[in-house]
């Protein structure tokens, strides 16, 4: 079965900071690959995906992902945090018709 | 466009009742996928629908079903609640099934299980 691994648990960075969100998943074929974030007492909203091509995704609000196969990773990133970027993160992947599998989430904390 | 919406938004129930979530997909999206998520164990898959018709389940005990009706609305319905069944459940919709298809999801109904 597949699995998500998303490294950090919370982090805290001060706003204009560069950001860095680890993600890792376990299967090796042919997968497809999302970041959803959910701001606090919001629902779930997508940030960017990965389907095919480009290996370096550009999501909304400044974000984007890179794809590196050899990795098994889908790492999110953004040059420069604001306070409004703090949220909860979710890296999750499918593949074939397998289901969304999520990861535990990364809280990220953006203090001024 | 509206959005996925779920009712009720709250729920309290306890121990040994059944409870019965809706979802109303975005206008036009025939897949309809449930989730629940708590803080121990994240968000886990639980059935997706497609065209009244169940295309996946999670690892989750026959407590837990689902149907979808004709006009894509999805309902979950749990029996003989237990404590850990307190979760946020999420809805999510696509408009089709398959793995390239963005999930839009809902606010979620939050039940508490007493």
């Known amino acids: 079965a597949q699995s998500v691994s998303q490294h950090n648990h919370h982090v805290i960075l001060s706003e204009a900071a560069s950001l860095e969100l680890g993600c890792n998943y376990s299967y090796g074929g042919t997968v497809n690959l999302f970041w959803y974030v959910q701001y606090p007492g919001q629902h779930l909203q997508l940030l960017l995906k990965?389907?095919?091509?480009?290996?370096l995704v550009k999501g909304i609000k400044g974000f984007e992902a890179e794809f590196i196969k050899s990795k098994f990773s889908f790492n999110l990133r953004k040059p420069s945090v604001q306070w409004s970027d703090t949220a909860e993160y979710f890296c999750a992947v499918n593949s074939g018709n397998t289901p969304l599998v999520f990861g535990k989430g990364t809280r990220l904390s953006v203090i001024a | 466009k509206a959005g996925v919406t779920q009712t009720p938004r709250y729920l309290i129930k306890t121990r040994g009742q059944q409870v019965t979530l809706s979802c109303s997909p975005i206008s036009g999206h025939r897949s309809v996928s449930w989730y629940q998520q708590t803080p121990g164990q994240g968000l886990q898959f639980l059935f997706e629908?497609?065209?009244?018709?169940?295309?996946n389940k999670g690892n989750f005990p026959g407590r837990f079903s689902g149907r979808q009706f004709s006009n894509s609305r999805s309902e979950m319905n749990v029996s003989t609640l237990e404590l850990g069944d307190s979760a946020l459940y999420l809805c999510?919709?696509?408009?089709?099934?398959?793995?390239?298809?963005?999930?839009?999801f809902g606010p979620g109904t939050r039940l508490l299980v007493l």
């Open positions: 990965y389907f095919s091509g480009d290996p």
């Open positions: 999510a919709s696509s408009l089709i099934s398959g793995p390239q298809e963005t999930q839009y």
């Open positions: 629908y497609f065209s009244e018709t169940q295309r």
